[in-house]
Nanobody
């Protein structure tokens, strides 16, 4: 069974930083793509950033210049460094991984940006 487990969420003041981590277990292959989505209360889940194992990179416009995704392909780890956080970044952040046509999701970690 493939499991993705996120860590690193929490409460931070506007302008602060957090780093999210996600580890995939139960899989011996390198995931094709790993990334992060988020869902704020009352809103649809949206892509934050993703990174394929050949280096293709996507960021949501709202986080460009503030968030940085990185990964350790061989270990199926993915990170999200979030800087200059804003109240509108408050959401549950989900780690995702894809291998061929299979999509895997973590349970999410809460990020709250508030003074």
């Amino acid at each position: 069974q493939v499991l993705l487990v996120e860590s690193g969420g929490g409460l931070v003041q506007p302008g602060g930083s957090l780093k999210l981590s996600c580890a995939a277990s139960g899989i011996v292959f390198e995931l094709d793509r790993m990334g992060w989505y988020r869902q704020a209360p009352g809103k649809q889940r949206e892509l934050v950033a993703d990174l394929s194992n050949d280096g293709r990179l996507n960021y949501a416009d709202s986080v460009k210049g503030r968030f940085t995704i990185s990964r350790d392909n061989a270990k199926n780890l993915v990170y999200l460094q979030m800087n200059d956080l804003k109240p509108e970044d408050t959401a549950v952040y989900y780690c995702t991984g894809r291998l061929l046509v299979a999509e895997y999701w973590g349970r999410g970690t809460q990020v709250t940006v508030s003074s």
